[in-house]
């Protein structure tokens, strides 16, 4: 299916105010609809506080295929809880558009409404459509010297924020965080897209503001500088405030920015083409859930046709993973069955039943053992997950002894339910975050998959029972069900499209290169087949 990628900017004016002491402090959520009544959440912006005309500075990004009518919802909350959690949320007004009526008009403004599909107040909500043909992601790294003091009684609350030229004007392109009381600030590392930063062309202006933050929302402008991408490498920049500037006699500058990184990432393609191994591995829950599969309720039970859910998700996600795969042998377990000769339960059994070589033979070869699988097995139970999720971090941990981005390791988990071991696989996937391993849940069937979504760390940090963070979110979840009605490619692109990112993130973050030569990063704009 012919796609493109594009990127959403998302503003909005004049939001209901629903904080008694203080403004909104929205967030936007991008929810598509995939069948039916199913809507699932394809990405969020950041919170903004005390503000009802928020500039969102973190761009959704999907993929728009033309034969397709994808519609779409823009949800605005107000978000009372430190982790953007949408629970005790107020809900500000919504938008439903296609995807399409954004594209052909690159800016749309709409009214919001609510969900009654009365006007929610006098609140717009406004989105900027752009092509991503260029997939690179610069690291930066910024911190301030003698920043201008703008509080009356302490030092600034300095943040910056990061303009790219347009035809229309300046576009946000990233904020950082707000450092409390402190003219000498160093901000957090952040990675932004090459395309947001200066829309992929190293000679184009990109403004730098830097602001003291206000609680009020209205924040106080400490100076400015404009530059390029190609004159921003480890250089220093004077902060000038025009106002200032024309006023005071011998005005030098509001203090100094320095840039103390900025570098352009390896691609997921720079990956690929330069040796990485994506290695797949699945897993398949024979819990007794499932129901006995010689019934037609059950969800292994294979119709005339050839058909279940476990098979037709093995073959959607598992014909796009193996064009990545360079030797197509793929190890493939199962969990939650009695397996014979001794009846014992096993949460990592090779459904080949061959310990020393669990690899089949393509998807399918996959697809082959699991049929002969099921008739010799007991569906049984407890669903742990982490006995399979530690046997591929094992793995995990030996590739990455190498030190080069030889490796990395995606884990499909196929199941119909609720986790029993939830606080082991919680531990599990904390230990799994910081390995070059990913993990994808598939869940069939018409189960509560709430606990799931919980393990998607999209609602905030997924932590350990022990209170241990994940480095990084490496889980992403789809309930099969939703996508029963859409072509096969959706549900790949649904489950895959976070992979790329995250291999990208694993290896940059810990400074390890493509295992062939030294090739600087690429500067093509060359895509690899689309995951």
């Known amino acids: 299916a012919a796609h493109k990628t594009v990127a959403l900017s998302i503003s909005c004016e004049n939001l209901l105010d629903m904080d008694t002491f203080s403004k909104s402090d929205p967030l936007c959520v991008l929810l598509m ?12 912006t950041e919170k903004i506080q005390n503000c009802l005309n928020p500039k969102f ?3 959704p990004v ?9 519609k779409l919802r823009f949800e605005v909350y107000d978000i009372d809880s430190e982790n953007c959690s949408l629970q005790d949320a107020d809900f500000l007004g919504e938008l439903e558009c296609t995807l399409g009526q954004i594209v052909s008009s690159r800016k749309i403004t709409r009214p919001l409404v609510k969900k009654d599909k009365r006007p929610a107040g006098r609140g717009t909500i406004t989105i900027c459509a752009e092509e991503r043909t260029d997939n690179r992601v610069v690291a930066f790294e910024a911190a301030g010297r003698k920043l201008d003091k703008k509080d009356f009684f302490g030092k600034s609350d300095p943040f910056l924020e990061f303009y790219r030229q347009t035809e229309t004007g300046w576009q946000l392109a990233h904020r950082t965080e707000v450092i409390k009381h402190n003219l000498n600030p160093t901000w957090k590392p952040f ?20 602001y003291d933050y206000n609680n009020s929302g209205s924040h106080d402008f400490i100076g400015s500088f404009q530059t390029t991408l190609s004159q921003i490498q480890q250089a220093e920049f004077e902060c000038i405030n025009s106002k200032k500037k024309q006023k005071k006699k011998g005005y030098k500058n509001s203090g100094v920015i320095i840039v103390k990184q900025c570098k352009v990432e390896y691609t997921f393609l720079d990956y690929i083409m330069g040796g990485c191994q994506i290695n797949f591995t699945i897993a398949v829950d024979f819990t007794g859930s499932n129901g006995n599969p010689s019934l037609p309720q059950s969800l292994h039970y294979i119709n005339p046709n050839g058909y279940n ?13 193996q064009d990545y795969d360079s030797d197509k042998m793929f190890p493939a377990f199962g969990f939650g069955a009695q397996i014979p000769p001794t009846w014992q339960v096993s949460h990592e059994f090779p459904i080949n039943f061959n310990p020393s070589n669990p690899f089949c033979a393509g998807i399918e070869g996959v697809v082959s053992a699991y049929q002969q699988c099921l008739p010799q097995v007991k569906l049984y139970g407890p669903t742990n997950f982490s006995p399979i999720i530690n046997h591929v971090a094992h793995f995990g941990r030996q590739a990455l002894q190498q030190q080069t981005a030889s490796q990395y390791f995606v884990l499909l988990i196929i199941t119909d339910g609720v986790i029993t071991d939830m606080d082991e696989t919680r531990s599990a996937i904390v230990r799994a975050s910081q390995l070059p391993m990913s993990i994808i849940i598939v869940g069939v069937g018409g189960a509560d998959f709430s606990a799931m979504e919980f393990l998607d760390g999209d609602d905030g940090i997924l932590r350990s029972a022990a209170g241990e963070p994940a480095m990084r979110d490496i889980v992403q979840f789809v309930p ?15 489950v895959l499209a976070e992979v790329p990112g995250q291999v990208t993130g694993f290896f940059n973050s810990m400074g390890l290169k493509p ?3 030294d090739a600087p990063p690429s500067d093509s704009s060359a895509s690899a087949p689309s995951l």
């Open 191 to 210: 990675r932004i897209p090459l395309q947001s930063l200066c829309g992929g062309d190293v000679e184009k202006s990109i403004k730098v503001d830097c």
């Open 33 to 44: 609809n995939t069948s039916g009544p199913h809507w699932c959440e394809i990405g969020r």
């Open 309 to 321: 859910e476990y098979l037709a998700a093995i073959w959607a996600v598992g014909n796009v993973i």
């Open 62 to 70: 999907l993929d728009y295929y033309f034969e397709m009518v994808q």
């Open 515 to 517: 295992p062939l030569g």
């Open 57 to 59: 500075s973190k761009n």
């Open 480 to 494: 099969f069900r939703q996508f029963q009605n859409c072509p096969q490619e959706m549900l790949a692109q649904s």
